[in-house]
Structure formats: structure tokens, C-alpha cells
């Protein structure tokens, strides 16, 4: 028995699989697979998940040979369902506070790794979930995902920093906390391209395998500057460009 658990954990290691309790880390290549995974939440984001995502993308950040990182939720139903609701509704002040930095720190991390992160939206992105999916550089959708943000109907606000669609589309979102599917969001500029839900690792790798053919510098320097030159006034952003 122990040589079979040897084995397997061999053949693990060789299929690169990183361990977590929370998340899948596949590598292939110089692309890395993320998977939200508690299934049976919907990959609802709670604290532990999110903490694991931090250090998970610190690592990444720092390692030179991914260039590529591929988000998305594991099962077929859901990318991110949200936040999980039940931890939150527990939480003191104090940890709430704990909460809003550890998601303010991971989805900025997103924002401003030097690797391209492609979400890979398979399903429910819902409140903090469409937030993950927009801190990431490029949406891909299946076409059976769901987004909205309903948070207002639960008595809080959206709070990780979302910001896509522009004022108007998004005070809309926010307010109404209408659900929209994958044609509506591609429509609004929420996603950037919609496949087959049975297509979307394989169009998310072509996306992958095409920036890999380009300057990965060059890349990582674009990202800073629109990232940057979008918060900065328009002489600063030329002058960092
Ligand atoms: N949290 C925890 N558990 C969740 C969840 C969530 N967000 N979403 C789903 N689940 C759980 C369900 O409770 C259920 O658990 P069991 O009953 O089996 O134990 C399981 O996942 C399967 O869900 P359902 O049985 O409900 O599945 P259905 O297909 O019937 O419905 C659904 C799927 C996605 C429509 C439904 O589950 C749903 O409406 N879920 C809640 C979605 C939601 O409201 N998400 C937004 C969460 S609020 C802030 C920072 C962050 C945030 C706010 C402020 N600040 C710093 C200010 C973020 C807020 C949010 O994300």
C-alpha cells in the first residue's frame, strides 16, 4: 500500500500539481492552471480560499517560467459563486476588515503580476466572483455563465474593487443586481469573447499559447502602463509609456 501511495504521489508531482486545500496548480509549460476548488460551495471565496489564492499568485508572481496563468472554478456549474456568504455573515468587525484587505491585496495582485491572467469564466461569477473575473487581463466565457452583482440585495456593497463596464453599466449592475448571461456581458464589454462551454479550456490555451509568442517583457511592461496609465492623469501615463 505504501508503495502505491508513493506512486501516486509521483505521478502527481510529474502531472505538476501543486497542493492546496482550496485551489488545484497545474502547470503546463510556461502557462499555469488555477482552479478555484470547493465545488460544493459553488467555489465560494472564503477566507482560508483566499488566503491560499494570495500566496499561490505571490509564488507565481515570482517565478520567472510561468508567463501565463489560466482562473477558473472547478466543476462544470460555477467559476466564483462569491464570497461565502455564511463565513461572512459570522464574521466580527475586526475580521471583516482582514477580509477586505486580504481581497483587496489578491485581486490588485492580478491587476499588477507581470504574468497575463486569463479568467476562464465557466459558470456563476457572482458578486465577489465578477470582481475576480474583472481583476483578471482577459475574460474568456462559456456560454452558460451567469454574472451579476447582488450584493445591494443582501444589505452590503460590492467591495473588491471592481470597475469594467464604466459608471453607468455598473451603478445598473450594482443596483438592480439583475442577472446577466454570457451574451449580455459580452455585449457590455464584461467578457471578451464567448465559446461553448465545452471549448473553454481549449480557447483559453490558444489565447494562452498566442502571448506566449510575443514579448513576454514587452507584455508585462503594456500591463503596467494601461494598469497605471488608467489611474493616472493622462501626462503622467505618457510619461510612463
Ligand atoms: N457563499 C456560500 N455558499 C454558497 C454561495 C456563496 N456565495 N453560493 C452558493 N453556495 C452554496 C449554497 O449554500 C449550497 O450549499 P448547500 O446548501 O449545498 O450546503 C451550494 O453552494 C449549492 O448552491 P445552491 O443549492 O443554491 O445551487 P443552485 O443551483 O440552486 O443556485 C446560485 C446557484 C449561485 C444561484 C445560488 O447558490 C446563489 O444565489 N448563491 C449566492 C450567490 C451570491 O449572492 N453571491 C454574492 C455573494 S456576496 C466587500 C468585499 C466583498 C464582498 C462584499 C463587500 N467589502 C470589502 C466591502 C463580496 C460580496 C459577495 O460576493
Known sequence: RRARRSLKRCAAAQRNHAMYEHLLLETKG???ILKINNPKSLNALNIATMTELNECLTNI???????????????SKAFVAGADIAEMAKLTAAEGRTMSLLGKTTFRRIETM???VIAAVN???LGGGCELAMSCDIRVAADSAVFAQPECGLGIIPGFGGRLVGKGRAKELIFTCDRIDAQEAYRIGLVNKVVPQAELMDACMTMAEKLLSKSSYAISMAKACI???MDTDLSSGLDLE
Open 123 to 125: 459558470g456563476y461569477a
Open 114 to 116: 507581470p504574468q497575463v
Open 227 to 229: 494598469e497605471t496609465g
Open 30 to 32: 510556461q502557462i499555469a
Open 61 to 75: 508572481e515570482a517565478n520567472k517560467d510561468i508567463r501565463v496563468v489560466i482562473l477558473t472554478g472547478e466543476g
